[in-house]
C-alpha cells in the first residue's frame, strides 16, 4: 500500500520535467505543489490520457462514477496491478482512463523494537517521478463533480521489501506516455506494471512528525539517523 508520499518541487519544474502545463485557476485554487506529505483525500496533480498537454488537480482517491457516496475513494487510494481486470472499482479506468501521478518520494512505515518507523523512498538520483494511475469522474446528484485517482502498486522489489511488501508502479520515463497513450491496449498497459529495479532506489528513515498529516513542512524528508537502504543492501 502507497498512503502517503511526497512532491516537494514547483509547477515550473513539473512543466519542464514532463512537458504539461498548469492551468492558472488550478495553481491559484488548490496550490498543489511543493508538498511534502501527500495525503489521501489531499489533491494532487495529474496528467490524464484525455489532456495530457495539461496538468489537472485531482483528489486522491478514486471515486468510480457509478459509485453512490463519494466517501468510497478513502477506501480505493491504490490499486493492486495483480487485479486490475477483475476489479469493477478499477477495470474501466485501466482500460480507458489512465493517468501518471508525479511524486518525487514515497513513505512506508516498518516496525523496529514496537514502535512503527516511517521511510522515505526516493530515486537515487533524487528526481521526480511518476507512478501509473487510474482516473475517475463522479457527478452528484446536485451536479457535484468529483475527479479522482488512484495509483496502481507492485509486488516489492527487493529494496523496498525491507520495509513493506508492496510499492507504487514507478515508470520509466520513456514509459510515461505509452501508459496514457489512448491508442495503447490495457494489455500492452499491463506489461508496464512491475517492481521497479531496487538499484535505482534509495531508502531513509525520516521523523516521526510525518505520521500527522497536518505536518508539511521541508523538515519532514529529512534524513535522521537510522537505518538506510540503497542498491538494495543495508548499510
Request: with cysteine; proline share 6%.
Amino acid at each position: 500500500m502507497c498512503g502517503r508520499a511526497s512532491l516537494t518541487v514547483n509547477e515550473k519544474e513539473l512543466e519542464d520535467r514532463f512537458g504539461s502545463k498548469f492551468y492558472t485557476e488550478d495553481i491559484e485554487r488548490y496550490n498543489p505543489v511543493p508538498n511534502y506529505n501527500l495525503a489521501p483525500g489531499q489533491y494532487f496533480p495529474v496528467i490524464t490520457n484525455e489532456n495530457p498537454a495539461y496538468f489537472h488537480v485531482f483528489l486522491w482517491g478514486l471515486v468510480p462514477f457509478w459509485a453512490k457516496d463519494p466517501d468510497v475513494g478513502y477506501k480505493m487510494i491504490n490499486a493492486r496491478a495483480e487485479t486490475l481486470e477483475r476489479n469493477n472499482a478499477f477495470k474501466g479506468a485501466f482500460f480507458r482512463r489512465r493517468c501518471l501521478v508525479p511524486l518525487d518520494g514515497f513513505y512506508e512505515w516498518k516496525k523496529i523494537n514496537k514502535i512503527k518507523k516511517p521511510y522515505r523512498i526516493v530515486k537515487s538520483d533524487k528526481s521526480i517521478f511518476s507512478v501509473a494511475g487510474l482516473w475517475d469522474s463522479w457527478v452528484g446528484d446536485g451536479g457535484e463533480i468529483i475527479n479522482s485517482f488512484t495509483m496502481v502498486t507492485v509486488p516489492a522489489n527487493s529494496l523496498v521489501k525491507k520495509i513493506h511488501n508492496r510499492m507504487p508502479a514507478i515508470l520509466f520515463e520513456d514509459e510515461e506516455r505509452i501508459w496514457i497513450d489512448k491508442n495503447i491496449s490495457h494489455i500492452e498497459a499491463r506489461k508496464l506494471l512491475k517492481p521497479f529495479p531496487s538499484e535505482l532506489l534509495y531508502a531513509y528513515q525520516v521523523s516521526l512528525k510525518v505520521n500527522n498529516v497536518r505536518n508539511n513542512s521541508a523538515d519532514l524528508i529529512k534524513e535522521i539517523p537510522g537505518d538506510k537502504y540503497y542498491h538494495g543492501n543495508l548499510f
